[in-house]
T-cell receptor, first 114, second 116 residues
Framework: DGGITQSPKYLFRKEGQNVTLSCEQN?????MYWYRQDPGQGLRLIYY???????QKGDIAEGYSVSREKKESFPLTVTSAQKNPTAFYLC?????????????FGPGTRLTVT | AQTVTQSQPEMSVQEAETVTLSCTYD???????LFWYKQPPSRQMILVIR??????QNATENRFSVNFQKAAKSFSLKISDSQLGDAAMYFC?????????????FGAGTILRVKS
């Protein structure tokens, strides 16, 4: 089955610790994305990548970092610099084109920082 | 700036009836796509329907259809013969092509409740 996996489903961390969220896809998509979802605010783009070893900041990149060493993988690190890290994080992928491509989403990771 | 506004935080519909969810957007680009995504309680995002801005014909997918008014920058979703499985959060999203490539700008979402 082709799809996107995110692990873990729930993640708990103490304040001041960095934490890495996993995102893997076997859809052979070039583009991958990370979104943050907060109640009442919809999804906001954190980072995106259109090709291996290249990525760009989205609207709310501060306090986050990513890497794209393999086409299939796009891990997101939530650093201690992120002021309000508790949220639901969604990873997505799509074909690379001029636009209009459907984004396929993973099941998400709920991060709680106390 | 690209913005998407969903003015209805919550909507309710009786099973088998029709409901319309509203969405307005703002973009200076003439070429763009619009999407409706569904997020059920499982939180898995699913594409419902997609509309290309240069196509005047409204998109339809089975019980789901849109009313796309380009001049008014309005993109509403109509769900006919509502089913219990339609209960979810619905997000309207804008993909402005030139500036944004494949990136999406989402609205805040509308929670749809279906009554049996």
């Amino acid at each position: 089955d082709g799809g996107i996996t995110q692990s873990p489903k729930y993640l708990f961390r103490k304040e001041g610790q960095n934490v890495t969220l996993s995102c893997e896809q076997n859809l052979n998509h070039d583009a991958m994305y990370w979104y943050r979802q907060d109640p009442g605010q919809g999804l906001r783009l954190i980072y995106y990548s259109q090709i291996v070893n290249d990525f760009q900041k989205g609207d709310i990149a501060e306090g986050y970092s990513v890497s794209r060493e393999k086409k299939e993988s796009f891990p997101l690190t939530v650093t201690s610099a992120q002021k309000n890290p508790t949220a639901f994080y969604l990873c997505a992928s799509s074909i690379l084109g001029t636009g209009g491509a459907e984004q396929y989403f993973g099941p998400g990771t709920r991060l709680t920082v106390t | 700036a690209q913005t998407v506004t969903q003015s209805q935080p919550e909507m309710s519909v009786q099973e088998a009836e029709t409901v319309t969810l509203s969405c307005t957007y703002d973009t200076s680009e003439s070429d763009y796509y619009l999407f409706w995504y569904k997020q059920p309680p499982s939180r898995q995002m699913i594409l419902v329907i997609r509309q290309e801005a240069y196509k005047q014909q409204n998109a339809t997918e089975n019980r789901f259809s849109v009313n796309f008014q380009k001049a008014a920058k309005s993109f509403s979703l109509k769900i006919s013969d509502s089913q219990l499985g339609d209960a979810a959060m619905y997000f309207c999203a804008l993909n402005p092509l030139v500036e944004y490539g494949n990136k999406l700008v989402f609205g805040a979402g509308t929670i749809l409740r279906v009554k049996s």
